[in-house]
């Protein structure tokens, strides 16, 4: 079936160290996003990426990282300078310009991360 | 800054209808309102979107005012599986912006 795959699950960190959060889509979607969300709080939006090789920062891209070198894939990094990265972090996808859909977001079962 | 604004929670008996308001004065004429709702510790699934009319489907209705400024998520028969937070943005067909979430409306189903 078609969907968002993020992975770990759960992750555990030291301080001072990279880690870095996988998204894999196979809905043939251009457009991919990244969330933080906090304990009680809503979605913020760390980067998004509307085609490959181009992406743009969101409301909270600091201290995070991300790459499209591909279609399918969107990985996050969580540097060392991002000061308080234990949150649960959302992948999502949609149609992206030109493309048939309904436009949607779809979402991955989420990663948490917790820094030790 | 979200460009929605929800209560931040709302009460329902279960089995009775539930409508979710959600302001967006701002709405541009591209901007399609989607509703998203999310379980804990799990990712948001999509709800329902429209752009002017009224929409239906098989989870819930979505009423939208004539002036586009607010809509109402309507769900018919809640039941505890609905408890969730439910989430209310604005987003254009094929995301040539950022969509952004705000808090959202935690609802509470009581048996």
């Known amino acids: 079936d078609g969907g968002i795959t993020q992975s770990p699950k759960y992750l555990f960190r030291k301080e001072g160290q990279n880690v870095t959060l996988s998204c894999e889509q196979n809905l043939n979607h251009d457009a991919m996003y990244w969330y933080r969300q906090d304990p009680g709080q809503g979605l913020r939006l760390i980067y998004y990426s509307q085609i490959v090789n181009d992406f743009q920062k969101g409301d909270i891209a600091e201290g995070y990282s991300v790459s499209r070198e591909k279609k399918e894939s969107f990985p996050l990094t969580v540097t060392s300078a991002q000061k308080n990265p234990t949150a649960f972090y959302l992948c999502a996808s949609s149609i992206g310009p030109g493309q048939e859909g309904t436009g949607e977001l779809f979402f991955g079962e989420g990663s948490r991360l917790t820094v030790l | 800054d979200a460009k929605t604004t929800q209560p931040n929670s709302m009460e329902s008996n279960e089995e009775e209808p539930v409508h979710l308001p959600c302001n967006h004065s701002?709405?541009?004429?591209?901007?399609?309102i989607h509703w998203y709702r999310q379980l804990p510790s799990q990712g948001p699934e999509y709800v329902i979107h429209?752009?002017?009319s009224n929409v239906n489907n098989r989870m819930a209705s979505l009423a939208i005012a004539e002036d586009r400024k607010s809509s109402t998520l309507i769900l018919h028969r809640a039941t505890l599986r609905d408890a969730a937070v439910y989430y209310c943005i604005l987003k254009w067909r094929t995301s040539y912006d950022k969509v952004i979430f705000g808090p959202g409306t935690s609802l509470s189903v009581i048996p």
């Open positions: 701002t709405i541009s004429g591209t901007d399609y």
């Open positions: 429209g752009l002017t």
